[in-house]
């Protein structure tokens, strides 16, 4: 496994081996021993999951406040821009975002650790997207930012997301609950 690091530490992008002949290919999506050796992270996933969405939505910027997230994240069908935003009061970093594209076929993952708030948009007509979390979902613990706070000057490809009202009721980072002071 191939691993590149961010402008924003622990943000990691992961690109696995693939092995192909003209049958098609294989590769592992996770191998604890695999992702320790390659990042130096021991890493406890407790939940998996996976969403459908269709061309132009956007989801996101989401984090638990309570029993934060770490995530990694998979695009299985499609094309997605993906984006994680430093959300740990305190940090040197706080508010600061990374942004790439994930697609089958770069089938690059991204590792984001907790304290990160994350959105995605839809580049392709329709994607399936998958996570692995470190935590459970927590409803009563989730938070977002509102995914076009001018603070933060996120660079979306697309002009006008489909959004759910959560998203786009969502507080500026300014006045969002964010995680407790960063721990140094």
């Known amino acids: 496994m191939k691993v590149e690091r961010t402008?924003?530490?622990g943000v990691l992008v992961l690109e696995p081996k693939v092995f192909g002949d003209e049958r098609g290919w294989f590769m592992e999506i996770?191998?604890?021993?695999?992702?320790?050796?390659?990042?130096g992270l021991e890493v406890d996933?407790?939940?998996?999951?996976v969403s459908r969405s269709q061309k132009n939505v956007l989801r996101g910027l989401h984090y638990q406040i309570h029993q934060a997230q770490g995530k990694l994240i998979r695009v299985l069908q499609g094309s997605i821009w993906d984006v994680a935003v430093d959300v740990r009061r305190g940090s040197p970093r706080f508010g600061a975002w990374v942004g790439l594209e994930l697609s089958e076929d770069n089938r690059r993952q991204l590792w984001i650790p907790r304290g990160f708030a994350h959105g995605f948009?839809?580049?392709?007509?329709?994607?399936?997207?998958?996570?692995?979390?470190?935590?459970?979902?927590?409803?009563?613990?989730?938070?977002?930012v509102r995914w076009n706070d001018p603070a933060l000057g996120i660079r979306w490809p697309?002009?006008?997301?489909?959004?759910?009202a959560k998203?786009?009721?969502a507080p500026l980072l300014a006045d969002a609950s964010v995680l407790p002071a960063y721990p140094g």
């Open 7 to 9: 402008a924003i530490p």
């Open 30 to 39: 996770f191998n604890r021993r695999g992702f320790r050796e390659a990042t």
């Open 45 to 49: 996933f407790v939940q998996d999951n």
């Open 121 to 144: 948009c839809v580049l392709s007509d329709s994607a399936d997207f998958f996570y692995k979390c470190t935590e459970l979902y927590a409803p009563e613990a989730e938070r977002a």
């Open 158 to 164: 697309v002009e006008v997301p489909l959004l759910s």
């Open 167 to 169: 998203d786009r009721d």
